[in-house]
């Protein structure tokens, strides 16, 4: 199983990006979607995260800003991320939760960079 993300950037102040996470491989379902966030010399962060069931949650820092989803048909799940500000540069990844024919795994993304700068 692998997951590839897409969609980072340079961004200015008060904009936009849309990241995409396509999960591909020997799968069976995938169960609770999420995306993650690292910056520098910072622990890892849960932003969003969205159930099978399409039940969302998200950190209070982005809240009102930034819109998890997925695509079951294309096993993809996307992040829309919109009045961007400069603490939410950080790589992004995105984790899965997939059902396979040797059990139940936990899945990560290679990560991709968000920065958010003037």
């Known amino acids: 199983v692998q997951l590839v993300e897409s969609g980072g950037g340079l961004v200015q102040p008060g904009g936009s990006l849309r990241l995409s996470c396509a999960a591909s491989?020997?799968?069976?379902?995938?169960?609770?979607m999420g995306w993650y966030r690292q910056a520098p010399g910072k622990q890892r962060e849960l932003v969003a995260s969205?159930?099978?069931?399409?039940?969302?949650n998200y950190a209070d820092s982005v809240k009102g800003r930034f819109t998890i989803s997925r695509d079951n048909a294309k096993n993809t799940v996307y992040l829309q991320m919109s009045s961007l500000k400069p603490e939410d540069t950080a790589t992004y990844y995105c984790?899965?939760?997939?059902?396979?024919?040797?059990?139940?795994?936990?899945?990560w993304g290679q990560g991709t960079q968000v920065t958010v700068s003037s």
């Open positions: 984790n899965a939760d997939i059902d396979t024919w040797i059990g139940t795994s936990d899945y």
């Open positions: 491989g020997s799968i069976l379902s995938i169960n609770a």
């Open positions: 969205i159930t099978s069931g399409d039940t969302t």
